[in-house]
């Protein structure tokens, strides 16, 4: 079992959607965990830390945190075609073990 | 925020040969930077974890005799490949963990391409 699972996609949304991807961890002992965006050819940039159960909002976008279903995700409202990326879910189980997903290509249709 | 600095940003270099890539903090100080390889389509795996004045720590099957890691300072790493064959060919990307009064989390470099003819 991997680490962290994402889905590859492509997930496809229309501008002004809300695009939604998903990430769930394996080891129940994570504590903090991560959104990036990577766009092709580039290194990835952080967009989102999540630490606690719950939501956390930063302008359009909110990730949402269950540890008790060991699942993270983020949303991304009022989609713009500037978000297409590559959306790559991490999970720190503390100390410097920092683990990524394989990440889920968006695009978003304008 | 906090930057790590890494180039060259692209080498292409024959068969044989090795390459030196540069990671530095500029902002802030690193004992800790990692180094990760990411093959096209694929996510990044971890190669190794470079301690300032100690030996880096290898991940499984990572050649540590192939990938020389030096990080001799608190704001430098290397990442040298060594007799770079064409399998080696990939973006490597190098990380550090940001201090929570800049920001907290990891920030990366902005990546090197390389490609072995």
């Known amino acids: 079992q991997k680490e962290v699972e994402q889905n590859s996609g492509p997930l496809s949304v229309p501008e002004g959607a809300i695009a939604s991807l998903n990430c769930t961890y394996s080891d129940r002992g994570s504590q903090s965990f991560f959104w990036y965006r990577q766009y092709s050819g580039k290194s990835p940039e952080l967009i989102m830390s999540?630490?606690?159960?719950g939501d956390k909002e930063d302008g359009r976008f909110t990730a949402q945190l269950n540890k008790a279903s060991q699942y993270v995700s983020l949303l991304i409202r009022d989609s713009q075609p500037s978000d297409s990326a590559t959306y790559l879910c991490a999970v720190n189980r503390g100390g410097n073990q920092f683990y990524f997903g394989t990440g889920t290509s968006l695009t978003v249709i304008p | 925020g906090a930057v790590v600095s890494q180039h060259p940003s692209r080498v292409i270099c024959k068969s044989g040969t090795s390459v030196k890539i540069e990671c530095r903090s500029l902002?802030?100080?690193?004992?800790?930077m990692f180094w990760y390889r990411q093959f096209p389509k694929q996510s990044l795996m971890l190669m190794a974890t470079?301690?300032?004045?100690?030996?880096?720590?290898?991940e499984q099957g990572v050649e540590k005799d192939k990938f020389l890691i030096n990080h001799a300072s608190l704001t430098l790493s290397t990442l040298t490949v060594t007799s770079a064959h064409p399998e080696d060919s990939s973006f490597y990307i190098c990380?550090?963990?940001?201090?929570?009064?800049?920001?907290?989390?990891?920030?990366f470099g902005s990546g090197t391409r390389l490609t072995v003819v």
């Open positions: 999540i630490y606690s159960n």
């Open positions: 470079s301690n300032e004045g100690s030996k880096a720590t290898y």
């Open positions: 990380s550090a963990r940001v201090p929570n009064g800049l920001g907290g989390g990891y920030t």
């Open positions: 902002d802030f100080q690193a004992t800790t």
